[in-house]
């Protein structure tokens, strides 16, 4: 294949419309910057330590799922106030937390194929976690990413398809509109989570590694039964975090509901098409 196109662009120019607007239109959105130096170092500290085990396909992916309850800072970032304003602009005030992982992509790994995060129905690897019909998935980049070290790679605006090539269950080895990002330690990744996307191999010096957060708006809820949370562990946490672990199966839906019914509101600022002009 031909080599990619790279998103190179000025992130930290973008508005609060444009970072919106990016995300549902795109797919995809970086925040440089959203960790400080201390933050990060404290964080690598924390995770270069971390016991990790090697993904089915290559020994130079690894990584450690339910990390949740971790504690200390790991625990700490689910509540990070400026990405929290940003999901609360994107999603609304009511958020929960989905899942939460680390990964670390070594020098030798082969890039993870394009895939989606989203399966409507369930599936073997995702679980019915993925069934939720929006999630955001936050990648805090601990090490930095170049054209050599694992880059993002995307499919812009596939999330969108309504054709058959579109299936959410499907992975490619490549796609020749797939774009690379690349990016600085401290920088998140926000992910529409049906979007396809992935990494390249990593043929550099230094492994990448990152936190991933999965994000959820509470009315958008799973289609089938999944696991609650440890009811002790919850009340463990800080307050800051405790409100992202309501129930995972809460969904806000009106089965029976009417043509008519009674209390209609006139204004959902959430829906204005005007918010991608936002400041």
């Known amino acids: 294949m031909s080599a990619p196109r790279i998103d190179d662009r000025d992130w930290s120019a973008l ?13 995809y959105l970086l925040i440089p910057d959203l960790l400080t130096p ?4 404290r964080l690598k500290a924390i ?11 290559s020994i130079h992916q690894r990584g450690r799922s339910d990390i949740q309850f971790f504690g200390g800072e790991i625990t700490d970032l689910i509540a990070h106030p400026p990405t929290v304003a940003f999901l609360r602009e994107l999603l609304g005030e009511d958020i929960l937390l ?67 090539d579109g299936n959410p269950y499907q992975r490619f080895e490549s796609h020749p509109e797939e774009v690379m990002v690349t990016a600085k330690a401290g920088s998140a990744m926000f992910i529409n989570h049906k979007v396809f996307h992935g990494n390249f191999p990593n043929v550099g010096d230094w492994p990448r590694s990152m936190l991933a957060i999965a994000y959820r708006p509470a009315w958008a809820g799973p289609v089938q039964k999944v696991e609650a949370w440890d009811p002790q562990a919850v009340a463990a946490l800080p307050d ?40």
Request: aromatic share 10%; glycine share 10%; proline share 10%.
């Open 98 to 164: 989905s899942h939460y992982g680390y990964a670390r992509s070594e020098p030798g790994h082969p890039g993870i194929s394009l895939h989606t995060d989203g399966q409507p129905y369930g599936s073997r690897i995702f679980g019915y976690l993925g069934s939720v019909p929006v999630m955001v998935r936050v990648l805090y980049y601990l090490d930095d990413l170049t054209r050599e070290v694992s880059p993002f790679r995307v499919i812009p605006r596939s999330h969108l398809s309504m054709h058959a």
């Open 38 to 41: 201390e933050h990060l170092a």
């Open 240 to 279: 800051a975090v405790r409100p992202f672990f309501g129930d995972r199966n809460t969904r806000h839906w009106i089965p029976e509901g009417g043509n008519k019914p009674p209390d209609m509101a006139s204004q959902a600022p959430g829906i204005n098409p005007s918010r991608w002009e936002r400041k």
């Open 15 to 27: 508005t609060s419309g444009e970072r919106i607007r990016q995300i549902e239109v795109e797919g």
């Open 47 to 57: 995770t270069d330590s971390l016991e990790t085990t090697p993904v089915d396909y």
